[in-house]
């Protein structure tokens, strides 16, 4: 494919300037707001397309997936960050610390406990952000809105572990603005400063109530072949 086919350059050009018009509309820096590109099921060469617009930031659901990509545009010499964003089971701590730069999906003890011992034992620390499951949604992960202080707390003074910020993932059939609100609270009374909210469908409303990082994937690459599990 030949470069321009893809769209990805044009779409990817469109995101920034909504969000730059987002965070100028709420009275912020367009610089204040990270574009994470969710890559997730699009191949490297695509990736590499966006790479080859000044696209650093990317975010990845699965470490297996991530595994099988970023490795290779690594050894090619890219200079990217890979925040890992979908849920993580604590025996993939391992592979994912040595992957990615970030990781959001922290929201449970034992896996606290778990990315504690590795970063202990590598001396390599991610950036990690705790994920809020602010509809409280059975089916999601996220520590509950109820508990998130106490979980912050003891991520902190139990586990030793430097917070950076929250991230949360809206019910898809409500308004998102409420949720980013509550995650917005959250942070502010537990003195974090980084908030990853907002997708392709919802990231102006997220920008217009602090986001920080905003995960867009489909309106960048174009709609998903195969729907994440
Ligand atoms: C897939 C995904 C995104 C991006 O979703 P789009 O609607 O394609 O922008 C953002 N965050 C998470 C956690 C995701 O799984």
Redesign the pocket.
């Known amino acids: 494919m030949s470069a321009g086919e893809t769209g990805i350059a044009a779409r990817l050009a469109a995101v920034r300037a909504q969000i730059a018009q987002a965070a100028f509309a709420a009275d912020r820096k367009a610089d204040d707001v990270r574009l ?1 590109a ?1 890559a ?1 099921t699009h191949g490297i060469a695509e990736i590499a397309e966006a790479l080859a617009c000044g696209q650093t930031d990317f ?1 990845e ?1 699965r470490v297996q997936e991530a595994q099988a990509k970023y490795p290779t545009l690594r050894a090619a010499g890219h200079l990217l960050s890979l925040s890992l ?2 849920p993580l089971q604590t025996n993939k701590v391992k592979e994912a610390i040595a992957l990615f730069d970030e990781i ?2 922290l929201d449970r003890p034992k896996l606290a406990a778990a990315l504690a011992a590795e970063i202990a034992r590598t001396g390599k620390a991610p950036r990690l952000w705790i994920q809020v499951n602010t509809g409280a949604e059975p089916q999601k992960a996220g520590i509950l809105p109820d508990a998130a202080d106490a979980f912050i707390a003891a991520c902190r003074t139990q586990h030793g572990l430097a917070i950076a910020g929250l ?1 949360c ?1 809206p019910p898809a059939d409500e308004p998102p603005a409420p949720h980013f609100a509550l995650l917005a609270a959250i942070a502010a009374r537990n003195g974090l400063h980084l908030l990853s909210m907002g ?3 919802d ?1 102006a409303t997220a920008i217009a109530l602090g986001a920080t990082h905003v ?7 174009g709609a ?1 072949a195969v729907p ?1 599990v």
Request: aromatic share 8%; charged share 10%.
């Open positions: 994470v969710v997730k975010g659901n964003i979908g959001q999906t991230m993932i997708m392709s469908s990231y995960r867009i994937g489909s309106a960048i690459f998903r994440p």
